[in-house]
C-alpha cells in the first residue's frame, strides 16, 4: 500500500494550464479506472473534483480534467484562477476493497 | 443537505484507546459504504477504512489492521472508529466520508484531531 506518486508543487500563471500526474502501478492507478482527485484548501475537508478517471460532479468547473495513460493519472486545470491555489490529491483503487491515495501537489498562481 | 459530524478526538497517552464518531444526515444512511481517511499534521492524506452499507465487510490498511476497528449503527445514522494501542504515528486530523460510489468520496466531515502524545 505504497502512496502514488505526485509532484510535490505546480505553479502557473492565471489564465495558463497546469497538468499534474499520478504515478501509481499496475496494481492501483494501471488496474481500475476507479481514479479521483480531491482539493483541499488550507484547513478545510477534502472536495471531490474527478472521478472514475474523467467525470467531472455537477458544481465543478469544467476548466477541471482528468485522464489516464497507463499506470498515470493526470489532472489539468485549464485557465488556471486564483482560487484553484490549493493541495490536490489522487486517489485509486487498489484491489480487495481498499484505496490509496497520492502524495499530494499544492499547485500556486504566480 | 449532507452533513457528516465527527466528534471523540483529543489527545490520548500512546498505548491507549479512543473511539471516533461520525454523525451522518441529509441521506441514507443504510444505502452507502463510508470510509475513514486521516491527515497527519503537514502530510497527506491516508486511506484509513471502510464498512460496507449493512455493516458486513470492513477493510483496513496495513497500518491500523489489527488495531482499528471500525463499525457503524445505522439505526443512529452513526459511524464508528476504535482506536486501540495508539501510536505517536496515528496523530492526524481524520475524517469520514461518504463513497457514492466504488470510492468516489462525495461529501466530507469536518474532522476531528486525535493526538497520541505521553
Known amino acids: 500500500q505504497s502512496a502514488l506518486t505526485q509532484p510535490r508543487s505546480v505553479s502557473g500563471s492565471p489564465g495558463q494550464s497546469v497538468t499534474i500526474s499520478c504515478t501509481g502501478t499496475?496494481?492501483?492507478?494501471?488496474?481500475?479506472?476507479?481514479v479521483s482527485w480531491y482539493q483541499q484548501h488550507p484547513g478545510k475537508a477534502p472536495k471531490l473534483m474527478i472521478h472514475?478517471?474523467?467525470k467531472r460532479p455537477s458544481g465543478v468547473p469544467d476548466r477541471f480534467s482528468g485522464s489516464k495513460s497507463g499506470n498515470t493519472a493526470s489532472l489539468t486545470i485549464s485557465g488556471l484562477q486564483a482560487e484553484d491555489e490549493a493541495d490536490y490529491y489522487c486517489?485509486?483503487?487498489?484491489?480487495?476493497?481498499?484505496?490509496?491515495f497520492g502524495t499530494g501537489t499544492k499547485v500556486t498562481v504566480l | 443537505q449532507v452533513q457528516l459530524v465527527e466528534s471523540g478526538g483529543g489527545v490520548v497517552q500512546p498505548g491507549r484507546s479512543l473511539r471516533l464518531s461520525c454523525a451522518a444526515s441529509?441521506?441514507?444512511?443504510?444505502?452507502?459504504?463510508i470510509h475513514w481517511v486521516r491527515q497527519a499534521p503537514g502530510k497527506g492524506l491516508e486511506w484509513v477504512a471502510v464498512?460496507?452499507?449493512?455493516?458486513?465487510?470492513?477493510f483496513y490498511a496495513d497500518s491500523v489492521k489489527g488495531r482499528f476497528t471500525i463499525s457503524r449503527d445505522n439505526s443512529k445514522n452513526t459511524l464508528y472508529l476504535q482506536m486501540d494501542s495508539l501510536r505517536a504515528e496515528d496523530t492526524a486530523v481524520y475524517y469520514c466520508?461518504?463513497?457514492?460510489?466504488?470510492?468516489?468520496?462525495?461529501?466530507w466531515g469536518q474532522g476531528t484531531l486525535v493526538t497520541v502524545s505521553s
Open positions: 466520508t461518504k463513497d457514492e460510489d466504488w470510492g468516489v468520496f462525495d461529501y
Open positions: 441529509g441521506f441514507t444512511f443504510s444505502s452507502y459504504g
Open positions: 464498512i460496507w452499507y449493512d455493516g458486513n465487510n470492513k
Open positions: 499496475s496494481s492501483d492507478v494501471g488496474g481500475y479506472r476507479h
Open positions: 472514475d478517471v474523467s
Open positions: 486517489c485509486s483503487y487498489a484491489g480487495s476493497y481498499i484505496y490509496v
